[in-house]
């Protein structure tokens, strides 16, 4: 089945840097891959998503990037804001597989972003 | 519009016993997918159901089932509990049973087992 890692586990950034994470994935089948943030105490939530017929997506100071060859996509954040202090899930799904509406989630990373 | 509720918001429980969660998902969303949550782990894939049908489960003992009614509502029960089944459980909801559309998640039920 699919495994989806995702690095760092923790991410320490000042406020207005950039931060960048990273996931892998093994099924070569995926073609759908979200990124959820999760503020504590709260639901996840969808904060952009990319298809495998897409290289990369942009929604304001959000991006992600996706590399079908290496098996990697990657979530990039600028100028960052302590509101965007939360856990990032990363997570892998094909549509169109016998998968159905699964979606394979790496472990999370956990962002602060210093005022 | 109303999201997705999941009931009860908490619950404590003793090793051995069984419980039963609820999910209700958005009006229209026929999809119902159920996840556990522990720390370090992420989220692990339970099962889906979709038309009252599962159609995927996850890697998980047959203590763990769920089903899902006519109007779309989920149950999932986890019977003789063990600690390690303390997690927060979340269900989400799509309105299609494809992965690639936007899945809504409840805010979960805490369950702790001791």
């Known amino acids: 089945g699919e495994n989806v890692e995702q690095h760092p586990s923790t991410l320490s950034v000042q406020e207005g840097d950039s931060a960048v994470i990273k996931c892998t994935y093994s099924d070569s089948a995926s073609n759908y891959f979200p990124w959820y943030k999760q503020e504590l105490g709260k639901r996840p939530q969808l904060i952009i998503d990319?298809?495998?017929?897409?290289g990369e997506k942009k929604d304001q100071r959000i991006a992600v990037t996706l590399n079908k060859t290496a098996k990697h996509f990657s979530l990039h954040i600028t100028e960052t804001q302590p509101e965007d202090s939360a856990v990032y899930f990363c997570a892998a799904g094909n549509a169109g597989g016998t998968s159905y509406g699964k979606l394979t989630f790496g472990q999370g990373t956990i962002l602060t972003v210093h005022p | 519009k109303a999201g997705v509720t999941q009931t009860p918001r908490y619950l404590i429980k003793t090793r051995g016993q069984q419980v039963t969660l609820s999910c209700s998902p958005i009006s229209g969303h026929r999809s119902v997918s159920w996840y556990q949550q522990t720390p370090g782990q992420g989220l692990q894939f339970l099962f889906e159901?979709?038309?009252?049908?599962?159609?995927n489960k996850g890697n998980f003992p047959g203590r763990f089932s769920g089903r899902q009614f006519s109007n779309s509502r989920s149950e999932m029960n986890v019977s003789t509990l063990e600690l390690g089944d303390s997690a927060l459980y979340l269900c989400?909801?799509?309105?299609?049973?494809?992965?690639?559309?936007?899945?809504?998640f409840g805010q979960g039920t805490r369950l702790t087992v001791v």
């Open positions: 159901y979709f038309s009252e049908t599962q159609r």
């Open positions: 990319i298809r495998s017929n897409v």
């Open positions: 989400a909801s799509r309105v299609g049973g494809a992965a690639n559309t936007e899945a809504f």
